[in-house]
């Protein structure tokens, strides 16, 4: 059985670019959420997709965006990339509803 | 949205039993509350999950009041390798899904 896997693991954009992370789910697992953690933080809630669609959003802007395939795995994309995006980016998968999420090692997204 | 608090931190030695409260004042009907590990640089990891009264698994024991407007994560017995970063987690399932992490508590085991 293979755990969630993300990448890349480490990146560096400048200000007002784009940025695009992706997730693999875990076998089985149908739902993906992504989570924001800050320096200190505890993880904030970006959003879910369950059959590709997304079905659930935490207080984040537009420019914060996703997408899941067919195989359940998943992209985060950031556009307009601000200083205060820099942070760990942490995907977990599980079954659709409040099950057990496993998460995954996340990116670590520096912003200059 | 229920917003959930957490002492900050915490220390405890070797063998003892460790109780850590968050508080969730506004939790609604539909929410579970699940009890999550982070070392540092990893993702967190699964401890507990439960909805009501009491919940017992290997590692940890889940209790919450009748109120639900609060839990308390116990863990028995704790050694070295149980100092990480534990979180509570509020999650909402009615219809679109909302997952409010708490601040965190940061338990150090002292040998």
């Known amino acids: 059985e293979t755990g969630v896997t993300q990448s890349p693991t480490h990146l560096i954009k400048t200000r007002g670019q784009q940025v695009t992370l992706r997730c693999s789910s875990q076998?089985?697992?149908?739902?993906v959420s992504w989570y924001q953690q800050a320096l200190g933080q505890g993880p904030q809630f970006i959003f879910q997709?369950?059959?590709?669609?997304?079905?659930g959003r935490g207080n984040f802007p537009p420019r914060f965006s996703g997408l899941q395939f067919p195989n359940y795995s998943s992209e985060l994309n950031v556009n307009a990339l601000e200083l205060d995006d820099s942070a760990l980016y942490l995907c977990?998968?599980?079954?659709?509803?409040?099950?057990?999420?496993?998460f995954g090692p996340g990116t670590r997204l520096t912003v200059t | 949205l229920a917003k959930t608090t957490q002492p900050i931190s915490m220390d405890s030695y070797e063998g003892q039993e460790v109780n850590i409260t968050c508080s969730h004042n506004?939790?609604?009907?539909?929410?579970?509350i699940t009890w999550y590990q982070q070392f540092p640089s990893q993702g967190p990891r699964f401890i507990i999950q439960g909805y009501k009264t009491k919940v017992t698994n290997e590692v940890a024991s889940l209790f919450i009041p009748a109120d639900r407007k609060s839990s308390t994560l116990s863990l028995p017995r704790v050694s070295l390798s149980d100092t990480a970063v534990y979180y509570c987690l509020v999650g909402e399932t009615s219809g679109t899904y909302k997952y409010i992490f708490g601040t965190g508590t940061r338990l150090k085991v002292l040998a």
């Open positions: 076998s089985g697992h149908n739902t």
């Open positions: 977990a998968s599980s079954l659709q509803g409040f099950y057990e999420q496993y």
């Open positions: 506004n939790i609604a009907t539909n929410d579970y």
């Open positions: 997709y369950y059959r590709e669609e997304e079905n």
